[in-house]
């Protein structure tokens, strides 16, 4: 369903990342993971590169989704979003919605969303086959896990289902959602364990025992997921 939203605060989380909070009234009618859409053409300042690109392509702008990174019992909803880069070589077109939407120009004003679309969730049941929950992500894809994973610990939803959070970035500095996800872990120390792993990081352990140099290797990953019969990945 579309919806009247306003914009009324934009958090940054890294260099080139924000979060979005969207005040839309009644907002207990989603599962956490799923995601909004945003129709660039709504927007004054994005109209003449939206008629542009539509010249250029032959059709209209579609419309962007982006993953929410609130649960259903937060008051606003939110989305974070990194703005994505522009590589001359590699891309015929520059970035049009994510580097507007991370840039703050949306604060404080009314837009059109539409949601809630998406089937990336925990069925609510999966804790009677499911041992432990691990989350593999990278860079912004960890925007609907962090959601996923704050609804299960917070609400104490199947509460002996322990959460191995893998979180792969280049630096320190990318990590979205870094503080956020430390006190998750540190407040519900029973149920989740976080793991970070650095590619672009000389020495990743100088941030803490939990950091690793490198890639997620199926061996490494087997240390976490242990029983494969009882893990959700």
């Not at 934009?10 to 924000?18: G, H, N, Y």
């Not at 990174?69 to 703005?83: D, G, L, N, R, Y």
């Not at 590589?87 to 049009?96: K, M």
């Not at 672009?200 to 690793?212: D, I, L, T, V």
């Amino acid at each position: 369903r579309e919806m009247d939203a306003v914009c009324v605060d934009i958090v940054p989380r890294t260099p080139d990342s924000a979060t979005l909070y969207f005040f839309v009234g009644d907002t207990d009618k989603y599962s956490a993971g799923q995601f909004i859409t945003i129709d660039p053409k709504q927007f004054p300042e994005l109209e003449r590169w939206c008629a542009y690109f539509a010249h250029k392509k032959g059709k209209p702008e579609p419309v962007r989704a982006y993953s929410m990174s609130s649960t259903p019992k937060e008051k606003c909803i939110s989305v974070t979003v990194k703005a994505e880069p522009y590589d001359s070589e590699n891309d015929v077109y520059p970035p049009l919605l994510s580097p507007f939407l991370v840039s703050g120009s949306l604060k404080g004003r009314e837009m059109r969303i539409r949601g809630y679309s998406g089937p990336y969730i925990l069925a609510p049941n999966h804790g009677e086959n499911t041992e432990r929950v691990v989350h593999l992500v990278a860079g912004s894809g960890v925007v609907p896990n962090y959601a996923i994973l704050k609804d299960e610990l917070q609400s104490e939803k199947n509460q002996h289902v322990k959460h191995i959070f893998i979180d792969v970035n280049k630096t320190y500095e990318d990590i979205i959602f870094r503080d956020q996800l430390a006190a998750l872990a540190d407040t519900f120390s029973d149920r989740m364990e976080l793991v970070h792993l650095l590619t672009r990081e000389e020495n990743p352990q100088a941030y803490g025992g939990n950091f690793h140099k490198g890639r997620p290797s199926s061996d490494f990953l087997g240390d976490y997921i242990c029983d494969p019969e009882k893990a959700l990945v």
